[in-house]
């Protein structure tokens, strides 16, 4: 087991790159090792070590790596980004890019996650207790697949865009989803706790299931009836009709 | 002396209008012909910033000083910024956007465009969808059926109707207005929906709605589609697709009714689709109106440059792009951008007061010819001359038609490109590289 | 500046060189006979020399090149390199920006690349980019099949008329050659329609695409523009097409060449040689082709090769690429110019066990293997539309090694066994014959021979090292080491200034941009220009005074002249 | 008298005749107001009159003008500084502030209108 405790140094205004910090930077690195990993500020490179104090205990491979970050790391982007294994458990909030195409390990999140958390995710599990923004578990601009596995868990709301371009993986968000949760959904799983508005846009296959209320309906989806999911009866829906999409639908009746 | 320039062009709106006549007397302007009354106004010219100033504070009055100066206090103000913006460059030439990039690229800066507060979300839909279009003589010659989506051409691009898409005459359509079939899409019955053989009001912000049925009544799925969709009765909406399917050309243009409002770019990507759909039974393409006359030439300049068409952040030495992130109303809002230079853009103006806010707070320079709002939160303003009138060089049309702007008089201030090299070398010795 | 290459293995077909220990002298960017003893030396140790690689058919500048990179952040963000102290930033694999398309290219030690298709009103744009890409000579084709003009004149029989408007088009566009993509196709896309055939009637200008292509043959000789005709055949992407193909190349046959080359350069083959009726039988005819090839002198082709992975498929061809964009579900640019044609961009992922890719795959290799005659079959991959051009030296591993296409075909979709002849052709090209598909043919092709494609006393000073010893290497078996090598150019010399060394960028002089400046009597042009003055009163959304592309936009021009008259040596 | 409204924001040509004479009155007097249609403005009074338009961003003085061509609730002030006073800045993951859509409300004041340079001193 190695464990790597992280704190912040100072207040951060300008958003540090920071795919270094993750278990497969660190496995196997001693403290001085890890301190002189290379982060950016802004146009300026620096290294981990300069903003935040690092302690290492231990020492392993990326699955035995337990990263504890204490503090607020609302301006530091791209944490765990590329991950296999290991673990990342973060007591505050986090900036974009959490988990960006991460395979496998676990992140946790006690506060807050900015937009983009777990992009084009291909394994592993995302765990946010606050709120994540926009773009949960998307696609890069122009990409057809976004997140294809793994799992994201999110206990408060989400904003717009949730499951963009899934093709794979599972979406829970507890609370309210923004407009077009699971735009173009190629075959992901999303469970929204709340409510939202437009789901399911574009979909070709996966399912979308929402628990709370739909604002606007998307005119391109066939209602086949109801049908329980875990002994709740849903409004049933197929589409989106225009691509002949075969995705499920389901809105609490 | 007074002489005439003939086919000059209109250096304002995203038609790029090359047929204007301009009379000059003794290097002033003193007539124009055949422009529209936005084009007229620029072209006449307007109260001009005379000298570079500078101020310590923002709060306190701009002292006037040499270009030497403001270019030094510029550079230096640039040179320490750990998060810098270069925004602006929609009324400058392509000429100018390369410089910038060059600098963008000396110094880690952002540099974004005016489109993110304009076409920006088009750029994005075009990423999800790809842009089926064509020039604007292909409607001329051809379209029978033209439609504009949340745009309003009579007050944005007022000689778009009679040059291209309404009142124009082409090879297959020699009838002009009589045989074109003029429909707007709108929130509000705009002047150019006056003109319109139908108007379709849409429930504001529900343009996506509308969009997907139609895209849905267009694939045989009109039972799907319930009785109203965004406001839009389904009687209309199948009427209007019949419509689009019947034309011979159909030639759709959209603005900031479709770019603006929620959904953003989603609603130009099902835009797209709609269009693409036709295709599978019509001859159909859509375009965006492009506001200033070269903010599309920033886009293509910004593209083959960096293979990324605006909001690019070079802070790591290579371009990232991610609108949402990169471009610059994101950094403002967060707070991160440290310095900002504002160039051929309003930022001040056309910016949200948090964002301006924020501009307040950090050391700014401007590059304009004009006093605007931007200027009331600068530290260092530098007059330039102005692109297209007093500065020959390149300029795209809203169609992505390349057009060289000829000088109509001679400048008397420097030009933005003097004084781009003179920061970016200045710069480069500053920052030691 | 003087430059001595010494010990080098050179290939220089032109000048009989076959691979013999040569020393190059090089004087102020052109090779000459001798240097003096005070030239820098390049001990080339025996390695590889050849001159720079010449690409005649290439998407590497303007409108559709940009829009492949604007609507595919996907793509840009491939490829990604940070600015050096030498270098700006590098992006993208398919759609490259302008300074990767520079860097590239020089890596691979290319020297000279030719832009395949401009339309002229949208020429001022190619010619901005072509400005921004460091390092190569650089040149672009010009688009005529279903220009308004064009089909005016062909429908008016007025060969002096279309003479005078494709030599005031080429000026206008600052262009090098004539570029004939589905003619008729372009024009009937304007309302969503397609022509079928050779002899499909065009709507309104009441001719067909056979008319097309032997007028515009016809006016090519007339003007002895330094290339051929150069044609995107008809009915492309669609099964069975190899018989328009052919008929295409029989129409060479009506025209004489009045200079030292093909009548007719049909390009991209790969997508050209389709048999079958459908997708389900799907079949190469490339054999088809090749065997035409072996007994005809008239006409070259060049690959078009496919590569497995992304590309990004960009033409003129309209219809074609809204066809592709249905199929594939893919998103889809079109960019119709007024009175000038069609375009489209559609991205594509060529994938080893789909049976058309597959089978694709194998119609590029067949052709360059079965055609005797090297000269017959250019080298590309009609970057990026068979997919990016840095995969040059995958396809000449190919060629060299019978060993890699078993091995490849092993991996590939069984139907490329059924449905091609790849499986039983085991030639293996030489570094002979590699020198002529890069750059002596691609050379001769475009009528640069003089100046481009060898090394003779004379020649511009652009060549290449690479890091291979002929004697100590079997290319058959070690293809990889051959891919390597031609990857990463131990030297590349652009003008006698040394661009790359050991596959890093070290200079980055501007290149020189190709135009033809054919002229005809003046008042030849004058009757011609009446149209045109008529077209753009009516049809055209642009003044005719802001239509060429100016003087400014071309600030390295090397103008090649021709025309119908004597030119006058000054 | 309150108002409530969906409030958008674009471009007149008047804004564009003065947008490059931004210390002009005439830029003023063409973006520094707020179209109602005339069921609408009945309810807050005049044409000509200063309104108040507040929205959670904050707020701005402007004049009331009438446009029967909005529909019930919709307002529109041309886009400059006076409507940007107002507009929402979430850039929704895209770039783009909310530019249309704002949910406002508008009131009658006795305040003045601004002037451009006066509204950009309240941001320092």
Redesign the interface.
């Known amino acids: 087991m190695q464990t790597v405790t992280i704190k912040p140094k100072s207040e951060l205004?300008?958003?540090v790159?920071a795919e270094n910090i993750s278990p497969d930077k660190f496995a196997g690195k001693s403290e001085k090792d890890i301190q002189s990993l290379e982060v950016?500020?802004?146009?300026?490179k620096t290294t981990l070590g300069d903003l935040f104090t690092i302690k290492v205990e231990g020492i392993g491979t990326a699955a035995d790596v337990k990263i504890v970050m204490e503090g607020n790391f609302s301006r530091v982007k791209r944490i765990g980004e590329g991950m296999t294994a290991g673990l990342i458990m973060i007591k505050g909030d986090v900036d974009?890019h959490l988990g960006a195409k991460m395979s496998g390990g676990k992140i946790t999140v006690a506060g807050n996650a900015d937009?983009?958390a777990g992009r084009e995710m291909k394994g592993g599990d995302i765990i946010i207790e606050g709120n994540a923004?926009?773009?949960l578990g998307s696609g890069?601009?122009?990409?057809s697949c976004g997140m294809r596995g793994g799992k994201i868990t999110v206990l408060g709301n989400t904003?717009?865009?949730a499951g963009e371009h899934m093709c794979g993986g599972e979406i829970y968000v507890n609370g309210n989803a923004g407009?077009?949760a699971g735009?173009s959904n190629n075959g992901g799983k999303i469970v929204i706790g709340g409510n939202t508005s437009?789901p399911g846009?574009?979909m070709s296959k996966g399912t979308i299931i929402i628990k709370g209320k739909v604002d606007?309906?998307?005119?391109?989806?066939?209602?086949e009836g109801t049908e329980a999911v875990d002994g709740v009866t849903y409004n049933k829906y197929t589409?989106?009709?225009?691509?002949?999409g075969k995705g499920l639908l389901y809105v609490l009746v | 002396m007074t002489t005439e320039i003939t086919d000059a062009l209109c250096p304002f709106c995203g038609c790029n209008c090359d047929d204007i006549t301009v009379v000059v007397d003794n290097n002033r302007i003193t007539g124009v012909k055949h422009a529209c009354r936005v084009g007229t106004a620029k072209i006449m010219g307007h109260h001009r910033i005379e000298t570079p100033m500078m101020r310590a504070d923002k709060k306190s009055e701009f002292k006037k000083v040499s270009y030497d100066e403001a270019i030094e206090g510029a550079a230096r103000m640039l040179a320490m910024s750990k998060r810098p913006l270069l925004y602006g460059w929609a009324s400058a030439l392509c000429e100018v956007h390369k410089k910038g990039i060059l600098l963008a690229e000396e110094m880690g800066a952002i540099i974004d465009n005016t489109a993110t507060v304009c076409h920006g979300p088009s750029t994005l839909a075009v990423h999800e969808k790809g842009l089926p279009s064509s020039t604007l003589g292909q409607i001329k010659n051809r379209a029978d059926v033209v439609v504009f989506w949340g745009s309003n051409p009579v007050h944005a691009h007022p000689r778009h109707m009679g040059r291209y898409s309404v009142f124009t005459k082409g090879f297959f359509q020699e009838k002009g207005r009589r045989g074109r079939k003029v429909i707007v899409v709108d929130v509000r019955k705009t002047e150019t929906a006056s003109m319109a053989d139908e108007f379709v009001q849409v429930q504001q912000g529900s343009d996506y709605l509308v969009i997907s049925a139609m895209r849905a009544i267009l694939s045989g799925h009109a039972d799907v589609v319930p009785d109203s969709a965004g406001g839009v009765q389904k009687e209309q909406l199948v009427k209007l697709v019949d419509t689009l399917k019947g034309a011979k050309f159909c030639g759709i243009f959209f603005g900031m009714g479709l770019t603006q409002s929620i959904s953003r770019y989603k609603n130009i990507d099902n835009a797209i689709s709609l269009t693409t759909e036709l295709n599978s039974f019509t001859k159909c393409v859509i375009m965006p109106m492009r506001g200033h006359y070269n903010v599309a030439g920033f886009g293509q300049v910004c593209s083959w440059e960096t293979g990324f068409a605006t909001a690019v952040d070079f802070a790591r030495g290579a371009p990232y792009y991610n609108p949402g992130e990169t471009a610059a109303n994101d950094l403002l809002m967060r707070k991160e951008t440290d310095a900002a230079m504002i160039i051929a853009g309003d930022a001040g103006a056309h910016f949200p007061a948090d964002s301006v806010r924020h501009l307040a707070k950090i050391p700014v320079v401007q590059i304009d010819p004009y006093w605007n709002a931007t200027t009331e939160v600068s530290n260092i303003v530098i007059p330039v001359a102005v692109c297209g009138i007093e500065v020959e060089g390149t300029a795209y049309r809203m169609d992505g038609v390349s057009l060289r702007y000829r000088k109509m008089i001679e400048p008397t201030l420097s030009t933005d490109v003097e004084v781009l090299e003179r920061i970016t070398e200045r710069v480069k010795e500053l920052r030691g590289v | 500046m003087e430059l001595l290459i010494k010990n080098g293995s050179v290939y220089d077909p032109v000048n009989g060189i076959k691979g013999d220990r040569t020393d190059i002298s090089i004087r102020d960017g052109k090779i000459v006979d001798k240097v003096s003893s005070s030239a820098s030396v390049i001990d080339a140790g025996g390695r590889v020399v050849m001159a720079g690689g010449v690409d005649a058919h290439s998407h590497i500048a303007g409108a559709k090149v940009n829009m492949g990179r604007i609507m595919r952040p996907e793509d840009t963000r491939l490829g990604i390199k940070p600015r050096t102290k030498i270098t700006r930033p590098c992006t993208g694999y398919t759609v490259p920006n302008v300074y990767a398309m520079g860097y590239r290219y020089a890596q691979m030690g290319y020297t000279t690349v030719f832009e395949a298709a401009q339309a002229i009103m949208k020429a001022r744009h190619t010619h901005e980019e072509l400005e921004e890409i460091p390092i190569i000579d650089k040149g672009a084709l010009t688009l005529f099949g279903s220009n308004w003009p064009t089909m005016d004149f062909v429908r008016e029989k007025n060969m002096d008329k279309l003479a005078a408007y494709v030599a005031w088009g080429l000026l206008a566009s600052r262009g090098f050659g004539i570029k004939c993509v589905n003619p008729g196709g372009g024009e009937m896309w304007g309302f969503g329609k397609n022509v079928t055939g050779l002899d499909d009637v065009v709507p309104n200008f009441e001719v067909t695409p056979r008319e097309i292509i032997v007028s515009l043959m016809k006016v090519n000789e007339t003007l002895k523009l330094p290339h051929s005709v150069h044609l995107h055949c008809n009915n492309l992407g669609k099964p069975g097409n190899y018989r328009t193909t052919l008929a295409s190349m029989e129409l060479a046959d009506q025209v004489r060449a009045r200079k030292d080359r093909q009548v007719l350069h049909v390009t991209h083959v790969t997508f050209n040689c389709w048999g079958g009726t459908n997708w389900g039988d799907f079949e190469s005819k490339a054999d088809e082709i090749a065997n035409y090839l072996n007994n005809c002198d008239n006409v070259t082709t060049d690959m078009g090769q496919l590569i497995f992975g992304s590309a990004t498929t960009m033409t003129a061809d309209g219809p074609v690429q809204y066809a592709n964009a249905k199929l594939l579900h893919a998103k889809w640019a079109n960019g119709d110019v007024e009175l000038e044609d069609a375009s489209g961009v559609v991205p594509i992922f060529y994938a080893k066990q789909v049976s058309i890719h597959a089978i694709m795959w194998a119609m590029g290799l067949e052709l360059a293997l079965l055609t005797k005659d090297p000269y017959k079959v250019l080298l590309t991959t009609d970057h990026p539309n068979g997919g990016p051009f840095v995969n040059y030296p995958e396809v000449i591993a190919l060629l060299m090694s019978n060993k890699k296409r078993q091995e490849e075909i092993k991996t590939l979709h069984a139907l490329v066994n059924d449905r091609t002849k790849i499986p039983g052709i085991t030639r293996e090209l030489d570094f002979n014959d590699i020198a002529v598909m890069t750059r002596v043919g691609t050379a001769k092709v475009l009528g640069l021979l003089d100046t481009k494609g060898h090394l003779g006393a004379g020649s511009d000073a652009d060549l290449s090292i690479y890091d291979i010893i002929p004697d100590q290497i079997d290319p058959s078996i070690e293809h990889a080491k051959i891919k390597s090598a031609f990857s990463s150019a131990a030297y590349t010399i652009k003008g006698g200034e040394i661009v790359v060394k050991d596959g890093e960028i070290t200079a980055t002089p501007a290149g020189r941009t190709y135009w033809v400046d054919a002229t005809v009597p003046e008042e030849q042009t004058e009757i011609m220009m009446k149209d045109i003055r008529h077209k753009f009163k009516n049809y055209y959304s642009m003044n005719l005074a802001n239509y060429a592309v100016q003087d400014e936009y071309v600030t390295h021009p090397e103008v090649i002249k021709a025309g119908a008259i004597p030119v006058e040596v000054s | 008298m309150t108002l409530k409204v969906n409030l958008i924001t674009g471009r007149t040509i008047d804004q564009g005749v003065t947008i490059e004479n931004k210390t002009s009155s005439d830029y003023q007097e063409a973006t520094a107001y707020c179209e109602l249609n005339s069921k609408n403005l009945e309810i807050l009074g005049k044409p000509g009159s200063n309104v108040r338009v507040k929205t959670r961003y904050g707020d701005v003085v402007v004049k009331l003008k009438e446009n029967n061509g909005n529909p019930d609730s919709i307002a529109f002030i041309p886009m400059g500084p006076w409507a940007n006073a107002v507009v929402d800045p979430d850039t929704r993951g895209c770039g783009m502030p909310g530019f249309k859509g704002i949910p406002a409300e508008i009131e009658v004041t006795k305040d003045k209108i601004l002037l451009m340079k006066e509204l950009i001193a309240r941001y320092k």
């Open positions: 205004t300008i958003s790159e950016w500020l802004g146009n300026h974009m937009s983009w923004a926009y773009y890069y601009r122009g990409e904003l717009d865009f407009i077009l735009i437009r846009s574009e606007e309906m998307m005119p391109v989806f066939k209602l589409g989106d009709v225009i691509g002949n």
